[in-house]
């Protein structure tokens, strides 16, 4: 059986490498989808990339994902701060998430303090850039190999 790991990025994160460059480097999405997959298959994994704007989209992704993936690394995005119906979709599909966010979001205004996610997930990691996005694959590798 393929073991697969579902990536989800959020709103936005389609402007990659052109929004907010001083906030979110130069890197894009089908940078950050390479890395990813390059990763994975250090350890066996494939990766299946969602990236949607919209909220019902991912959530409809990370229900799919319970029947062929092993695991979630996820950067919602905005929807961090505001989406309770997607932390529920990741509790539902019972897989171990990394959450992401490229720039450090303890640094940044009062309203991006809050995740949604952060308590449900296995770990998350913040501030690294996309090179978080490589952490997170390790680290769920890491759980998977128990």
């Known amino acids: 059986m393929t073991r697969r790991i579902l990536l989800v990025n959020g709103p936005n994160l389609n ?14 999405l089908a940078d950050v989808e390479a890395l990813v ?3 994975a298959a250090e350890f066996g994994l494939e990766v299946r990339a969602v990236q949607s704007n919209h909220e019902g989209a991912l959530i409809d992704a990370i229900h799919a ?3 062929d993936c092993v695991a979630v690394v996820i950067n ?3 929807l961090t701060h505001t989406s309770v119906a997607l932390r529920d979709a990741l509790t539902g599909v019972r897989l171990p998430v990394a959450e ?3 720039s450090n ?3 940044r205004e009062e309203f991006r303090h809050r995740s949604y ?3 449900i997930a296995e770990c ?11 952490f997170a694959v390790r680290r769920l590798a890491a759980l998977l190999a128990g």
């Open 105 to 107: 979001v303890h640094a």
């Open 117 to 119: 996610v952060s308590g």
């Open 100 to 102: 992401v966010h490229i």
């Open 76 to 78: 919602p995005g905005a």
């Open 37 to 39: 997959a390059r990763v």
């Open 65 to 67: 994902a319970r029947e």
């Open 15 to 28: 402007l990659l490498g052109t929004r907010e460059p001083e906030i979110y480097g130069e890197d894009t």
């Open 124 to 134: 998350v990691i913040v501030g690294a850039g996309v090179q978080g996005y490589d």
